[in-house]
Nanobody, 117 residues
Framework: QVQLQESGPGLVKPSQTLSLTCTVS??????????WSWIRQAPGKGLEWMGA???????YDSPSLKSRTSISRDTAKNQFTLQLSSVTPEDTAVYYCARGHSALAYWGTGTLVTVSS
């Protein structure tokens, strides 16, 4: 059973960079045809897919966030990371990592990140 767990600071100041890590267990992030995504949900809003990294290391960006997001991975640790730059209070959300790209099969429990001074 694949399990994902997000980790990172719960509070980030405006204009700083938000950094989150997703640790995967029960499966390798380099397994063929597996993709790994970041998704967020702001208060009172729907889910927003932010981007993904493939088993091969290829990256997939959301057009609306492309200029501010960076996704990378550490295959030795079986982790992938999200960095979101120049955050504003509008980036306050629960951030999730998940396995998949268009169809998301396994999800982490989510972590709340608040952007506030």
């Amino acid at each position: 059973q694949v399990q994902l767990q997000e980790s990172g600071p719960g509070l980030v100041k405006p204009s700083q960079t938000l950094s989150l890590t997703c640790t995967v267990s029960g499966g390798s992030i380099t397994t063929n045809d597996h993709y790994w995504s970041w998704i967020r949900q702001a208060p009172g809003k729907g889910l927003e897919w932010m981007g993904a990294i493939a088993y091969s290391g290829s990256l997939y960006d959301s057009p609306s966030l492309k200029s501010r997001t960076s996704i990378s991975r550490d295959t030795a640790k079986n982790q992938f990371t999200l960095q979101l730059s120049s955050v504003t209070p509008e980036d306050t959300a629960v951030y999730y990592c998940a396995r998949g790209h268009s169809a998301l099969a396994y999800w982490g429990t989510g972590t709340l990140v608040t952007v506030s001074s």
